[in-house]
């Protein structure tokens, strides 16, 4: 089964931070795991590595949503004729686009809760 430790290496993957800042990640890692455990059909296999992709995603999502909160919005840098600019808004998009993808990969252990009535 997946753990906490391998959705933090993950999550590490995605945001390089320092062991520092780990252990602040470390309880929204384990709330985003759970999040998708509990989201699994009964059969699926615990193991699969979409479940802790998926919740490294969250994670990174989480995270990115709460610095840029707390961040200047934009961040430039300048050498010579080049400037290189990454704003609070282009970093939320990435990281809804990693947590989307995530978690269409992770679709197929997923339950369906979807449900409809229709008139035959």
Known sequence: MTSQWKVLARFKQLSPIDDAEA????????????????QLR?????????ITE???????????????AQADAVTS?????????????SLS?????????????LAPLMKDTRFLFINI
């Open 77 to 89: 840098f300048k050498a010579g004729d080049i400037t290189v600019s990454k704003t609070a808004s």
């Open 23 to 38: 252990e602040k990640i470390l309880p929204l890692c384990v709330v985003n795991l759970e999040r998708v455990i509990a």
């Open 42 to 50: 009964e059969d699926a296999d615990k193991n699969d590595v979409r």
């Open 93 to 105: 998009d990435a990281a809804q686009k990693i947590k989307t993808d995530a978690l269409l990969e």
């Open 54 to 68: 998926a919740a490294a995603a969250l994670t990174y999502y989480d995270y990115v949503l709460r610095t840029s």
